[in-house]
C-alpha cells in the first residue's frame, strides 16, 4: 500500500508542551506534505518538504524526513489550544497526494 | 485572491439520486484532483484531471462516478444512483502544474448526504 501509516493516531497534550506525529511509508516519493484539519472542515497546507531535503522549518513546525528508513515526523513547538486538529501526512507519487490516516491532537489549555 | 471553491457546501440527496459537486480552482490552476473522506479516515485520491482531459481515474469507483473538467467552467464530479455509502465529504484540490514541487490547495469540501 502506498498510504502513509500515522503514529500516533491521537495525541493528547497541554498547552506550551511539544507535540510529535510521525509518518511511516512503504513507496518513493517526490515530496511529503503535512496537512492540519480542523474538525469538519477542508485542509490547510502546513509544510512540503522534497525527498533530497532532510529538515525544514515553518514557524513552530518543524519537520524532518529520512528517505533511508521511509519516515518523515512532524514537530509542533510550543502547542496552543488553537492547534487541536487532525494532522496528516500525504506522499506525493505519481502525481497524486496519498493521504496516510491521521493522528487527532488535542491540546488543552 | 480566492482559494478554490467548492459547492455546494453541504448537499442532502435520496437514494436514487444524481449529486453534482462543483469545484473551481485557483485561478491560473489547470489542474484538479477530486479525493473522498470517510468519517474518521483520510482522504482517498479519486481522480486528477486537467483542462478537458481525465490523465488518472483509478481512485474512481468504475460505475455511477464521473468527472469532467470542461475548457470553461468549474470541473464536475457526479454520482448518478446515490446509495448510503457515498455519503462522504468530497475535497477537490488545484495545483499550478503537475511537477512534484507543486502544492495542492485544497477546497473546504462537499458533505454528501445520502438518506
Known amino acids: 500500500s502506498q498510504q502513509g501509516e500515522e503514529d500516533p493516531q491521537a495525541l493528547s497534550i497541554q498547552e506550551g508542551e511539544n507535540a510529535t506525529m510521525n509518518c511511516s511509508y512503504k513507496?518513493?516519493?517526490?515530496?511529503l506534505q503535512w496537512y492540519r484539519q480542523n474538525s469538519g472542515r477542508g485542509l490547510v497546507h502546513l509544510i512540503l518538504?522534497?525527498?533530497?531535503?532532510r529538515e525544514k522549518h515553518s514557524g513552530r513546525l518543524r519537520v524532518t524526513l529520512d528517505t533511508s528508513k521511509k519516515s518523515s515526523s512532524l514537530l509542533i513547538t510550543a502547542s496552543r489550544a488553537a492547534d487541536t486538529a487532525s494532522y496528516f501526512c500525504?506522499?506525493?507519487?505519481?502525481?497524486?497526494?496519498?493521504f496516510g490516516t491521521g493522528t487527532r491532537l488535542l491540546v488543552s489549555p | 485572491n480566492a482559494g478554490v471553491m467548492q459547492n455546494p457546501r453541504h448537499l442532502v440527496r435520496r437514494r436514487g439520486q444524481e449529486a453534482r459537486l462543483r469545484c473551481s480552482p485557483v485561478k491560473g490552476h489547470s489542474h484538479v484532483y477530486w479525493y473522498r473522506q470517510l468519517p474518521e479516515e483520510g482522504l482517498k485520491f479519486m481522480v486528477y484531471l486537467q483542462k478537458e482531459n481525465i490523465i488518472d481515474e483509478s481512485g474512481m469507483p468504475k460505475e455511477r462516478f464521473s468527472a469532467e473538467f470542461p475548457k470553461e467552467g468549474p470541473s464536475i464530479l457526479r454520482i448518478q444512483q446515490v446509495v448510503r455509502g457515498d455519503s462522504a465529504a468530497y475535497f477537490c484540490?488545484?495545483?499550478?502544474?503537475?511537477?512534484?514541487?507543486?502544492?495542492?490547495?485544497f477546497g473546504p469540501g462537499t458533505r454528501l448526504t445520502v438518506l
Open positions: 500525504a506522499l506525493f507519487s505519481f502525481q497524486k497526494l496519498v
Open positions: 484540490a488545484s495545483s499550478q502544474s503537475a511537477g512534484g514541487t507543486d502544492t495542492q490547495y
Open positions: 513507496t518513493s516519493i517526490n515530496n
Open positions: 518538504i522534497r525527498s533530497n531535503e
